[in-house]
């Protein structure tokens, strides 16, 4: 008898279990008869409507809380990312000890996007604006500090180390978690493993997934150490009251070393070429596949028969339900936010069978996601003003540093045809020589870097050839405590390098509180809030332009960053475009998510992929994928990892990659 799937949400996640319920390989009979076959149905509903290919044009760029965002929406043009923006690369080493978003990597390589994946590189001298100070980390010394009077000398080094006095507690380099597995462990089990003085509220032995990480580091650093810190780190996220176990490990993800990437076609890119494979698979299968945008879940309740009933909305009117279906098993492919909506509704349902949402004991397990509000400003500019490396006369008192330059495999093949010596590009690409893929962001130590890798000195022409194919530019990003909080530069990045040059500038990317101060410039005065906030769904329409109020301010606090504290507004441009993303809207009503601290981590992301797992005597066939339940929390990766889990466990899909050493969920102590 035939089958149908449906699947609630088109961003990661939804596309990732769609993908995968098509190109899955299973080695069992059980597992077989749960697989689609010809004359089956996969439906996918979205809330909103993605652009993904000609035949599918929508309201905005595809990706849900990931979303491109091209100069004048021309794809050609140069591009800014307003949500999600990055992965972590994986090099293929399947060891537990190796980083790297692995099924991010996997999906690029199998979709054929390889070539298309770049350096997204940080700055290794970023600058910060802190206290009206203008400063470059490498100047930040005991005899020229951070304006901050933290305790033992903090301020005479970079704010990160705030995160490291506080991991000391648990974790240092020799001991403490190393693998993704024995971190799931430490969320379960770490504890404070030093003597701490009386004057400290804690003491060793302390569970550290029982404390809200914001207690933790104030009560280690004090006021102006966490102030440093939370100021200088650039997320306020990640000093909020979160789960302590969990924020060691996740503050380990913006050390040096981890070599991040991004798509040139823009991040948005890969989920075009998901839904491409998806209808491709489909119709190779016999399968029917039923996109269907503007619709959005309403209630979801497990019928007697073992079916799942649920409810849809218009996008038009959300709150209404419109039409009744029956599937055989549903995937809610959505953040906290969208499921509690559904919940809201489920709740007056008549039913004869299990409402999962509305359990206590999955309410309580969906409540250990803390939902973080993001924000994201975009300016496109005709010079870049901001870099090192301008020369224009409005060019900036402190610019960023971000000119570096990285030997990759495109520059050896670059160097390669201009007849750089074989064995010279060899030694540069041996990974014992651990300089490929390393940024410099000084040409004599990185002139010198490779000299060392070849046993041999370059020759002027050489040394020209190297920079030139070398040269690279970083996001940066600059950090201040104003709100704009980070500044991010994309540059030029066009595909086509002949049209006229523009450069991209993420001029405000902040979360938490500073959210709010800027959508109350949205309408600016002597103008009324006409839709409410809790109905204002500007993320599934894409990025808004920036009114005149908003642009001013943002040049003021730029000026700041980039000019000194008195510096006018008039130092910056008057920028070619300018867009904007709130995050904190629905229906995510959340760029990214943390868990809570007195929850067992581990449990939840077990359980809650299943919900009924967390009813006595209930098995409904309702599953819960996304970042915000996901060992990765914030990243696609987690997105990817949380429907990989669903289709191993209960659909008997064979893992994409061999997670021997990579779990993609906590797998609580096993």
């Not at 190297?466 to 909080?485: F, H, Y």
């Not at 509180?513 to 109905?535: A, D, H, K, M, Y």
């Not at 868990?595 to 992301?605: E, L, T």
């Not at 994409?656 to 993609?664: G, M, Q």
Request: aromatic share 12%; net charge negative.
């Amino acid at each position: 008898m035939a089958k149908t799937y449906s699947i609630f949400g088109a961003g990661a996640s939804g596309l990732y279990t769609a993908w995968r319920l098509l190109n899955g390989i299973v080695d069992s009979e059980s597992a077989k008869a749960k697989q689609l076959q010809t004359g089956d149905t996969l439906e996918l509903f979205d809330w909103g409507e993605y652009t993904f290919n000609k035949d599918n044009k929508g309201t905005r760029e595809a990706g849900a809380r990931v979303c491109t965002w091209h100069y004048k929406d021309d794809p050609n043009n140069s591009y800014l990312e307003v949500g999600g923006m990055r992965y972590s690369y994986w090099d293929g080493n399947n060891d537990g000890k190796s980083g790297g978003h692995r099924l991010v990597t996997k999906v690029i390589e199998q979709l054929g996007l390889t070539p298309l994946s770049v350096p997204f590189n940080e700055s290794t001298n970023p600058l910060f604006y802190l206290r009206t100070k203008n400063m470059y980390l490498n100047d930040i010394t005991s005899s020229n500090p951070a304006p901050y009077n933290a305790d033992h000398y903090a301020a005479a080094d970079s704010p990160d180390t705030g995160f490291n006095t506080v991991e000391n507690l648990a974790v240092t380099a020799d001991s403490g978690p190393s693998t993704r597995a024995e971190w799931c462990k430490f969320y379960q089990n770490g504890v404070i493993n030093v003597d701490l003085p009386d004057t400290s509220v804690f003491k060793k032995g302390d569970k550290l997934s029982d404390i809200g990480y914001w207690n933790l580091m104030f009560d280690q650093l004090g006021s102006e150490g966490f102030a440093y810190t939370a100021a200088g780190n650039g997320y306020t996220s990640n000093v909020i009251n979160w789960n302590s176990a969990v924020a060691f490990q996740a503050n380990n993800e913006f050390t040096p070393g981890t070599e991040y990437r991004t798509l040139k076609t823009g991040y948005s890119s890969m989920f075009n070429a998901l839904f491409d494979d998806i209808l491709r698979l489909a119709k190779e299968s016999g399968v029917t596949f039923k996109y269907q945008p503007n619709t959005r879940l309403h209630s979801i309740l497990s019928t007697v028969d073992g079916k799942v009933r649920y409810t849809t909305a218009a996008r038009a009117n959300p709150n209404k339900k419109s039409a009744e279906g029956f599937t055989d098993a549903a995937w809610m492919a959505m953040p906290r936010a969208s499921i509690e909506m559904v919940a809201q509704a489920t709740r007056y349902e008549d039913h004869e069978g299990t409402d999962v949402l509305n359990d206590t004991q999955v309410q309580l397990y969906l409540e250990s996601a803390i939902l973080q509000p993001s924000y994201k400003v975009g300016m496109f500019f005709k010079h870049p003003w901001w870099a090192n490396n301008y020369q224009g006369d409005d060019s900036a008192t402190y610019p960023a540093q971000i000119n570096s330059y990285e030997v990759t495999q495109d520059v050896i093949n670059a160097l390669g045809k201009e007849g750089f010596p074989p064995g010279y590009l060899d030694a540069m690409k041996d990974p014992s020589n651990k300089i490929l893929e390393v940024p410099y962001a000084s040409t004599d130590i990185f002139i010198k870097s490779v000299e060392h890798a070849i046993q041999a000195r370059l020759t002027v022409p050489q040394e020209e050839q190297l920079l030139k194919a070398s040269e690279r530019n970083t996001i940066g990003p600059s950090v201040t405590d104003t709100p704009i909080r980070q500044v991010v530069y994309f540059g030029n990045n066009a595909l086509n390098a002949t049209g006229e040059p523009v450069y991209g500038l993420l001029a405000a990317y902040d979360d938490e509180q500073f959210t709010t101060f800027w959508r109350e410039l949205e309408l600016g005065p002597n103008q009324g809030r006409i839709t409410p906030v809790s109905q204002d769904t500007q993320t599934l329409d894409g990025p808004r332009t920036v009114p005149d109020i908003m642009v001013k301010m943002l040049r003021q606090q730029l000026a700041a960053v980039h000019f000194g504290p008195q510096s006018s507004y008039l130092s910056v441009p008057e920028p070619l475009e300018a867009r904007y993303m709130d995050w904190s809207l629905p229906p995510f009503n959340a760029g990214y998510h943390a868990y809570a601290a007195h929850y067992d981590v581990c449990d939840v992301q077990q359980k809650i992929r299943k919900p009924s797992q967390l009813i006595n005597g209930a098995d409904a066939n309702i599953f819960i994928v996304g970042e915000a339940y996901s060992n990765d929390q914030a990243w696609v990766e987690g997105a990817y990892c949380t429907a990989e889990s669903v289709l191993n466990d209960f659909f008997g899909v064979t893992p994409l990659i061999d997670n021997t050493h990579y779990p993609f969920i906590c797998p609580c102590g096993k």
